[in-house]
């Protein structure tokens, strides 16, 4: 018989997120094998808006029962909300689905996004760039802008 029931779980504290806008923030859930069996995970996938997954994410492995991985996240805010999606997780018992939140905020600099403009081929596109400084006693330098 094969095993029912999901097998991986987020351990507390894992599944909600709250992140400035525009500033990337790494998270690093845990997964804990829940079940009372080994199970083999080959992979991680993420669709959502504020948060993804870094490259090799989840190397294959077997948890024990009882034994955790952490699943690096970059999460990157593009825009003010929250966000309820599911961290997916492959297993050799089928693909476990693991519920996160992601909420962003206002960015505590006043940065925001630099919003996508449709530019026809041959033309130039130069956006003004605005920096906000919330210390009003010290200044900034500008090194280099590209």
């Not at 995970?41 to 492995?61: E, F, I, N, R, Y």
């Not at 024990?64 to 003010?80: D, H, N, S």
């Amino acid at each position: 018989l094969r095993p029912t029931g999901p097998a991986l779980a987020l351990v507390p504290g894992g599944d909600r997120w709250h992140v400035p806008l525009v500033m990337p923030l790494p998270g690093f859930p845990a997964v804990e094998n829940a079940s009372p069996d080994p199970v083999r995970v080959t992979g991680a996938s993420l669709q959502a808006l504020h948060a993804h997954l870094t490259d090799g994410a989840v190397p294959p492995t077997t948890l024990q029962p009882g034994e955790r991985i952490t699943v690096p996240i970059l999460f990157l805010a593009l825009m003010l909300g929250c966000e309820d999606f599911h961290l997916e997780l492959q297993t050799d018992r089928g693909v476990e689905r693991l519920p996160m939140r992601a909420c962003a905020y206002p960015n505590p600099f006043g940065v925001v996004p630099v919003p996508a403009p449709r530019v026809q081929v041959g033309q130039a596109y130069a956006p003004d760039i605005v920096l906000h400084n919330p210390s009003l006693t010290k200044g900034f330098k500008v090194h280099r802008v590209a």
